[in-house]
């Protein structure tokens, strides 16, 4: 896996003016990144380029892991085992008050709950737990969406239900399907046309 020819696919992405015509080192760091991880986890060409769509969706465009925008008291009423859903929150580990606001949504795919940090360090090799703020780290972000997606930590369900593993190309219907892996149908239309030109620029790169 990987690819064979990175000048191609970063021509591709500047000629698709995804990321505008010029790209800044941020967003090439942030997209080497992610496709070190792709390539480490023996990601196929559709699933790899579902994975930039949505880290190029879930980060506002930029590629680079960011932290769930929002204060405190929303953290705490969406999260935390004092907020609106006691139950929720403990079924995902959140269950000491305070939970919610340090184990808010961060990284390439707003990776939340104390039990998914906690999967998440283990992959990482780090103790997520301890330090949520490392969520933010490239290539812990990176492996972390891999992982996650790959085993269906965000919503019980896995890239492979909707996309073959070793799938080369995916239909837009299939792309959209997909985003059921993160977030249900929300802006589902969108992030497949995203996947559509990722594959192009990966298939111009050579990823294999």
């Known amino acids: ?14 000629q698709s003016q995804l990321l505008g015509a010029t790209l800044s080192q941020d967003e090439v760091d942030g997209a080497s990144a992610l496709l070190t991880a792709l390539d480490g986890d023996n990601w196929a060409t559709a ?5 930039l769509a949505t880290a190029y969706h879930e980060t ?3 590629l680079e892991p960011v932290t769930e925008r929002g204060g405190d008291e929303y953290f705490r009423r969406r999260y935390d085992v004092t907020g609106l859903d006691p139950a929720r929150a403990k079924a995902n580990g ?11 949504g961060r990284g390439y795919v707003q990776l939340t709950w104390k039990a998914n940090y906690k999967k998440a360090g283990q992959v990482v090799g780090a103790d997520l737990v301890a330090v949520p703020e490392l969520a933010l780290r490239l290539d812990y972000a990176a492996k972390i969406m891999c992982s996650g997606m790959r085993n269906g930590w965000f919503t019980g369900k896995g ?3 909707y996309i073959p593993e070793a799938a080369k190309t995916a239909t837009n219907g299939q792309y959209v399907l997909a985003r059921y892996v993160i977030n249900g149908a929300d802006r589902a ?13 990966l298939t111009a790169g050579g990823w294999s």
């Open 1 to 14: 896996m990987g690819l064979s020819n990175s000048g191609a696919f970063f021509a591709a992405l500047k």
């Open 189 to 201: 239309a969108d992030i497949a046309s995203y996947a559509m030109i990722f594959e192009k620029a």
């Open 159 to 161: 890239l492979g239900r």
């Open 60 to 62: 506002g465009h930029t």
């Open 47 to 51: 699933w790899a380029a579902y994975g």
């Open 94 to 104: 959140n269950t000491a008050p305070g939970d919610g606001i340090a184990y808010r």
